[in-house]
């Protein structure tokens, strides 16, 4: 038993109620009206709009397609009802509804205690430099730009640094190695 939900990280639009669709578009749509119709609901994002709709898969048959807004605006709820003989999804018994979140039920707490946790490590990364642009920004690739990279590093204060054409890549060198590297690609070389 089992069914198939395609997850995907690219956005649509569909009308503006959040609890229905109308004129969808979207590259997100573009990919749900050509995926195998194996795929028994397709969950969108990255757009940030909320609708939920039933939009035919290639062969004709209804499927939901939704996305949730976000900063859960929006909780989405899928209904797929399988065939305890098959396995498979009923599609013609599928719903899909979107419910607005009114915060108005207080947080469980060790969830919550989990989620401050994580947003208090993003908020300290946030508030970190990760580099500093000494030049004008442009949309095209110059000669000043060339050669020029952020290092592999797991500290969150990378700084760009020139590869210098006689200076070997430090991939599989010791730390003590890459440290040099990166201390004498910053001097020019």
């Not at 395609?6 to 639009?13: F, I």
């Not at 997100?28 to 898969?57: C, K, N, Q, Y």
């Not at 207080?106 to 993003?122: I, M, N, S």
Request: proline content about 7%; aromatic content about 4%.
């Amino acid at each position: 038993m089992g069914a198939i939900v395609l997850s995907m990280h690219d956005g649509a639009v569909a009308g503006g109620d959040f609890n229905s669709g109308a004129n969808p578009s979207g590259p997100a749509l573009d990919l749900a009206l050509r995926v195998s119709p194996d795929i028994d609901a397709i969950v969108t994002g990255h757009w940030h709009t909320r609708f939920t709709m039933m939009l035919p898969d290639p062969n004709g048959v209804p499927r939901p397609f939704v996305e949730a807004g976000c900063y859960g605006q929006v909780i989405n709820e899928i209904n797929l009802r399988l065939d305890p003989l098959t396995g498979r999804v009923v599609r013609e018994l599928t719903v899909s509804t979107n419910h607005p979140n009114t915060r108005d039920i207080a947080p469980h707490p060790e969830l919550k205690e989990v989620v401050d946790y994580w947003a208090g490590q993003a908020a300290e990364r946030d508030r970190s430099r990760i580099g500093r642009q000494t030049g004008t920004a442009t949309r095209s690739t110059s000669a000043a730009v060339t050669g020029w990279r952020l290092p592999r590093t797991r500290s969150s204060r990378a700084t760009a640094t020139r590869r210098c054409p006689s200076t070997r890549s430090p991939t599989g060198t010791s730390a003590t190695s890459r440290a040099s590297w990166r201390t004498s690609a910053r001097r020019g070389c």
